[in-house]
């Protein structure tokens, strides 16, 4: 999950770049670059709240097993 949130807010800044240099308005752009950071964190606490999530029914299934 860190390589895919990584990519993906390589993604961003290099797309931020592209709208404020290139073929769009410069600050949708500046605003897309400084959020990516922001994207990144929350990707990575989603997947912990995801896994933490999926440990803790796996434990409620095992201790519930009779």
Do not use: H, W
């Not at 990519?7 to 769009?24: A, E, N, Q, V």
Request: charged residues 10%; without cysteine; glycine residues 14%.
């Amino acid at each position: 999950m860190v390589v895919i949130a990584g990519l993906t807010t390589l993604g961003m800044i290099l797309g931020s770049f592209g709208l404020m240099f290139g073929r769009g308005t410069g600050f949708i752009g500046f605003i897309m670059l400084l959020t990516s950071p922001i994207v990144f964190v929350l990707m990575l606490v989603g997947a912990r709240i995801t896994l933490e999530t999926v440990i803790a029914i796996i434990r409620t299934e095992q201790n519930t097993r009779n």
